[in-house]
């Protein structure tokens, strides 16, 4: 049987939250980029879309794109989710701010942030960068997460794809990771990554849409006996809300694939809740 959305609850692993004035921008670059988006709306009514949707616990990824600013944007961060009590928080760093490992303990040490979101497509460094390794160590330290845009879609540049990111992983081969889109382009890689790596997440941000946002090309999207095989390891998300299209349609088309009710209780809820430790039914 097909199922439909009202048959489970979820908990989104891939969402975006900024302040108001940060949105503005980004979501005016985006559409300068031919990426128009769906959901230009105020912080609150956009908790109340997911809230609609049956989200239970949703993350706040943010990224910093210049220098001096990832500590206000952190500290906006923590302001939210003070509010937010559902929201899941998640840190950025600019490895030029000459306070960033002050910044990155604090997050651990003083607030509850669940780990630090890397996006080398706008942040531009390698994995293994130098200027990094004491912030790796700390969200080691605290046993926290780094979720990273680590594959090449939707277009690439020199700090992303697997050769970079494999030198990190030889340094931290332990570190609980959350791979964001699959590792999409790189499927495969990604996932053959899994073996080694057992706390390693990979999120389906913006794989299973209807319409296949990413195009396919030669490389296909991961088969779902092969999602089969990695229940416990894959994560759902949206991307929302900086998406060009309806937000129902990140999950109907993984309920398309007519899989078990029990692989869509996995990777809609329950690993994410495991992983990020939530204290919700
Ligand atoms: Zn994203």
Not at 117 to 136: A, S, T
Request: aromatic content about 18%; proline content about 5%.
């Amino acid at each position: 049987m097909v199922y439909t959305l009202k048959d489970f609850k979820y908990i989104d692993s891939h969402t975006h939250f900024f302040s108001p004035e940060m949105f503005k921008s980004i979501w005016n670059f985006f559409e300068e980029h031919k990426w128009p988006i769906s959901y230009k709306l105020p912080n609150d009514d956009l908790i109340q879309i997911l809230k609609k949707n049956h989200v239970k616990a949703f993350t706040t990824y943010n990224y910093a794109h210049k220098k001096d600013l990832a500590e206000e944007m952190n500290e906006w961060t923590n302001e939210f989710v003070k509010e937010n009590l559902n929201a899941i928080p998640f840190g950025t760093v600019w490895p030029e701010d000459e306070n960033r490992e002050e910044y990155i303990e604090k997050l651990f040490k003083l607030y509850n942030f669940q780990g630090i979101k890397i996006q080398p497509l706008v942040q531009e460094f390698y994995p293994n960068d130098q200027r990094m390794k004491k912030i790796y160590k700390i969200v080691e330290k605290y046993n926290k997460i780094i979720t990273w845009h680590a594959g090449t879609a939707p277009y690439r540049n020199e700090y992303v794809g697997i050769k970079n990111f494999q030198k990190f992983l030889d340094n931290f081969p332990d570190m609980k990771l959350i791979i964001a889109h699959m590792g999409a382009f790189e499927y495969d890689k990604f996932i053959k990554l899994l073996d080694k790596h057992e706390n390693m997440y990979l999120d389906t941000t913006m794989i299973y849409i209807r319409d296949n946002i990413f195009p396919e090309r030669k490389i296909k999207r991961p088969k779902p006996e092969v999602l089969l095989s990695y229940q416990d390891r894959i994560l759902f998300g949206s991307d929302f809300p900086n998406i060009p299209y309806s937000y129902e349609n990140s999950l109907l088309g993984l309920l398309d694939l007519d899989l078990s009710r029990n692989f869509y209780r996995d990777i809609f809820y329950k690993n994410a809740k495991k992983l990020f430790n939530l204290k919700i039914d």
